[in-house]
């Protein structure tokens, strides 16, 4: 997982990638009310990237803290987040290691950011600490990609293009490792430098392994959740299915 969204970070930025935390900022609101969840207070968004849901989430009074381990994408929102003129606090560190005890109202965790976690021993540590880090009644939501969002949807194009314009091309090329529940992406991309006008090519091997959605609910319940649901479309509302690309979980901690 080392290295990858660094120089990433800035080609992410100018994708339609931050459209994704944005779109889930808006159904926010509805969910908390549904199950009953904090509506204000204070958030902590884990994988936070280059802060676009965080924005969002200060501009509606919430007290913002963000978490990243990549310092590009952190710098990225840093700058989003200080065109705002309020206060927020950005970490740069692995939630691996996430050590905060009951502050927090809301974990968040967007945009698949829990399947870059290959080990499930990983996977329940975070989860134990995102469980600390909440106080009583707070809840955490977070959206990871399923086995069939991995094996199946990833793989339907052999190659994608996500960006291609004058000055850039993104290419993705899908691969999986059934034994180990893995898929990785190739990414490879080329960018003219503003400066020089030249041409940089490069890559990232992105990694991301999934977890049957029983799992991830027993890892859940564990630690000591309470599983409110589980949902396969989040405009809907509608229940996750076995053919449900990605998973949102939303989760309380109980009193
Ligand atoms: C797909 S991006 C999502 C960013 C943001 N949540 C969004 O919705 O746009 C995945 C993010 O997860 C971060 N990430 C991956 N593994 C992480 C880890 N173990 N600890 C902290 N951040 C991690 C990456 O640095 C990256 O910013």
Redesign the pocket.
């Known amino acids: 997982?080392s290295g990858?969204?660094q120089r990433f970070a800035e080609v992410?930025s100018r994708g339609s990638?931050?459209e994704?935390?944005k779109w889930v900022f808006n159904l926010l609101p509805s969910l908390l009310e549904k199950y009953s969840l904090p509506q204000t207070g204070k958030l902590l968004?884990?994988?936070?990237?280059?802060g676009?849901?965080l924005e969002g989430m200060l501009l509606h009074g919430w007290q913002v803290t963000g978490?990243?381990?990549?310092g590009d994408?952190l710098r990225l929102a840093e700058k989003r987040l200080a065109q705002t003129g309020q206060t927020f606090r950005l970490i740069h560190?692995?939630?691996?290691n996430l050590a905060i005890q009951n502050k927090f109202d809301l974990v968040t965790?967007?945009?698949?950011?829990l399947n870059?976690?290959l080990e499930l021993t990983d996977l329940e540590n975070v989860f134990y600490r995102v469980f600390k880090a909440l106080k009583t009644n707070g809840g955490f939501l977070f959206d990871m990609n399923t086995l069939y969002g991995l094996f199946v949807r990833w793989q339907q194009q052999p190659v994608y293009l996500p960006q291609e314009n004058e000055d850039m091309l993104e290419i993705h090329i899908p691969s999986c490792n059934y034994e180990r529940s893995e898929a990785s992406l190739r990414i490879i991309l080329f960018v003219r430098n503003s400066q020089t006008n030249q041409w940089e090519r490069w890559e990232e091997i992105h990694t991301q392994k999934a977890y049957p959605m029983d799992l991830i609910q027993a890892s859940l319940e564990k630690v000591g959740f309470r599983v409110l649901d589980r949902l396969g479309n989040l405009t809907e509302q509608s229940p996750a299915q076995p053919h449900s690309g990605r998973v949102w979980f939303i989760a309380q901690k109980p009193v």
């Open positions: 997982m990858i969204y992410y990638y931050p994704f935390s968004d884990l994988a936070c990237g280059e676009a849901f978490l990243d381990q990549s994408m560190e692995d939630m691996r965790c967007w945009f698949d950011s870059y976690l």
